[in-house]
C-alpha cells in the first residue's frame, strides 16, 4: 500500500517562501496516472485543496493560491514538492500530501501532515 | 465554485449509537462526493467516494446516501475510534476541489 510523508521546516518567517516535499513510498510516482495532491488545513478550520501534478506534470491549483503556489515533480526521487511564496499567518496550516485516484479528485492516500507555523 | 455545507458542527453521542452526518452542496454534485476521517496525529482516511462506495478496508458500519445537493454519512454503532472528524469533499467541479467545514463527533 503506498504511503507518502511530508517533510520540510515547520517555521517560516513572514514574506518568505514556505517549502515542503512529500515522499511516496511502495509505489512510483510516474505510474497509475494519479494527481498528486497537496491540501491544508488551518487550526480550527476545514480543509483547503491547494493543489496537483499530475503524472505527466501538468498542474491544477487552487485559484485562490494560484499566484503564489508551485507544485513540482521529482521521479528520480519519488518526490513531489510545494512551494508558497510570500506567506503571511493565514498561511499557517497543517500541510497535507496525499494521492488523487485517476479520473476524479478525491484523496485515496494521505500522509500523516506537518504543520508548518509562519511566524517571525 | 460549489460550496459544501456540514451539519452539525458537532456531534455528541455514546458508544454503540447510531451517528448520522449531513452535508449538502451549493449546487448538483451527483455523485461525485466523498467522505473522510480525520484522527489527530493520523493520516486522515478515505470512508467513501462516489456518495456511497466504501473504500478499501472500510468497515460496513460506515455507509453513504445521497445524490444531487443532500448527503449523508451514516455510521451505524460507534466504536471507540470512530470519534474524529468527518470532511465531505465534492469533486465534480475543479479547480478548486471543496470541502465542507466538518463534523466533530464526540462522546
Known amino acids: 500500500q503506498v504511503q507518502l510523508l511530508e517533510s520540510g521546516p515547520g517555521l517560516v518567517k513572514p514574506s518568505q517562501t514556505l517549502s515542503l516535499t512529500c515522499t511516496v513510498s511502495s509505489g512510483s510516482i510516474r505510474s497509475g496516472g494519479y494527481y498528486w495532491t497537496w491540501i491544508r488545513q488551518p487550526a480550527g478550520k476545514g480543509l483547503e485543496w491547494i493543489g496537483y501534478?499530475?503524472?505527466?506534470?501538468?498542474?491544477n491549483y487552487n485559484p485562490s493560491l494560484k499566484s503564489r503556489v508551485t507544485i513540482s515533480l521529482d521521479t528520480s526521487k519519488n518526490q513531489f514538492s510545494l512551494k508558497l511564496t510570500s506567506v503571511t499567518a493565514a498561511d499557517t496550516a497543517v500541510y497535507y500530501c496525499?494521492?488523487?485516484?485517476?479520473?476524479?479528485?478525491?484523496?485515496?492516500?494521505w500522509g500523516q501532515g506537518t504543520l508548518v507555523t509562519v511566524s517571525s | 465554485e460549489i460550496v459544501m455545507t456540514q451539519s452539525p458542527a458537532t456531534l455528541s453521542v455514546s458508544p454503540g449509537e447510531r451517528a448520522t452526518l449531513s452535508c449538502r452542496a451549493s449546487q448538483s454534485v451527483s455523485s461525485n462526493l466523498a467522505w473522510y476521517q480525520l484522527r489527530p496525529g493520523q493520516a486522515p482516511r478515505l470512508l467513501i467516494y462516489g456518495a456511497s462506495t466504501r473504500a478499501t478496508g472500510i468497515p460496513a458500519r460506515f455507509s453513504g446516501s445521497g445524490s444531487g445537493t443532500e448527503f449523508t454519512l451514516t455510521i451505524s454503532s460507534l466504536q471507540s475510534e470512530d470519534f474524529a472528524f468527518y470532511f465531505c469533499q465534492q469533486y465534480i467541479n475543479w479547480p478548486p476541489v471543496t470541502f465542507g467545514g466538518g463534523t466533530k463527533v464526540e462522546i
Open positions: 496525499a494521492r488523487g485516484y485517476p479520473g476524479n479528485n478525491f484523496a485515496d492516500s
Open positions: 501534478i499530475y503524472t505527466s506534470g501538468s498542474t
